[in-house]
Structures are given as structure tokens and as C-alpha cells.
């Protein structure tokens, strides 16, 4: 009899747990992405973590096709941008705000522009048991813009997984070709 009451809450407390990356809120106008993964890393590395966005971000997901033309800025209305090849940068992104443990950004990115209410990414990183969990949270909000919400996780899972790796190997991570 009791074996049967532990299991249950064994399986109870799993469903519980955030997933590592999912689609959290969806309707018909907006969606909300939420990527969290436990990992032993120092808080002080998260934000050059951001700033090399270079170093980790997919050149498959760039206008320019090189994620070496990415810059990111992380002071107040500093620029997530990237250099095109006519010399011009296109913003992809601002810098909302900054704080010792959360960073926000407007971020309508790729398909997302002209589209949006709100594109908020919001990076957070709360203690955990052995270290920290990275976290990202984007909440999109516009006409119809809830038909979006896979397209938009697929992209924006992969580059949390490569700033996830780089966060922790201080490499960057192999290309995905994707």
C-alpha cells in the first residue's frame, strides 16, 4: 500500500519540475517560452556569457549569415545588433534593463518584428542546489502571434542551449547546420 502512494508522488514531484525547455502559455495572440536547466557555474559569468553572443549564437539563425557580426550591449537601451554587409547594423533587439541578477531585453526577434506588442526576454539565473539555473523567459504578445509560438521556441531553445554551453565549457558549442 505504501509503495504505491511513493511512487505516485515520486512521479508527482517530476511532472512538477519545470521542463528544461517548453512552450509554458499559449493563446491565439501571444506566448510564453521558458528555458531553466540546473548548472554549476559562477553568477559573475553570466553576463560576458550574454556579451559573447558571437562565440555562441547559431550564423544559421543571422541575417548576415556570420554570428561573428553580432553585438550585444547590455546597459539600458544598449543595443542586441548585428553588422550588415552594406556597413548598416540592424537592431534586433534593446536592453530594457539590467540588474545584479536579471537581465530584460525587447527582443522581437527574426519573423517576430512589425508582429509584436511585446517581445520580452528576460534572463535570470536563481541559486540552485549545486550552482545555478540560467534561466529565459520570453513573453510575446500580438495579433494571431500564438500560431508562432513553435517556430519561434525551436530557434530560441537552440540558441539557450548553445549559451547554456558556452556558459559552462567556455567554448562554443559545434554548428548545428540547422
Not at 9 to 20: F, Q, V, Y
Not at 76 to 83: A, L, R, T, V, Y
Not at 125 to 140: F, I, L, S
Request: proline fraction near 7%; hydrophobic fraction near 45%; charge should be negative.
Amino acid at each position: 500500500m505504501l509503495k504505491p502512494l511513493i511512487m505516485a508522488a515520486a512521479i508527482a514531484a517530476l511532472s512538477a519540475a519545470p521542463a528544461a525547455a517548453e512552450v509554458v502559455a499559449r493563446t491565439a495572440d501571444s506566448f510564453t517560452l521558458r528555458y531553466a536547466v540546473g548548472a554549476e557555474i559562477a553568477p559573475g559569468d553570466i553576463a560576458p556569457a550574454l556579451q559573447d553572443l558571437p562565440k555562441w549564437w547559431d550564423s544559421a539563425h543571422t541575417y548576415s549569415g556570420s554570428a561573428a557580426n553580432l553585438s550585444l550591449d547590455l546597459t539600458p537601451g544598449g543595443c542586441w545588433c548585428e553588422k550588415l554587409a552594406d556597413g548598416t547594423d540592424f537592431d534586433h533587439g534593446r536592453t530594457v534593463s539590467a540588474e545584479p541578477d536579471r537581465f530584460v531585453f525587447n527582443a522581437p526577434f527574426g519573423p517576430l518584428r512589425g508582429k509584436t506588442t511585446k517581445a520580452e526576454l528576460t534572463v535570470t539565473w536563481p541559486g540552485a542546489d549545486r550552482g545555478w539555473t540560467p534561466t529565459w523567459t520570453m513573453v510575446v504578445e500580438g495579433p494571431g502571434i500564438g500560431a508562432m509560438a513553435d517556430g519561434v521556441d525551436a530557434v530560441m531553445a537552440a540558441g539557450y542551449q548553445r549559451w547554456l554551453h558556452y556558459l559552462e565549457y567556455g567554448e562554443a558549442p559545434a554548428a548545428s547546420g540547422s
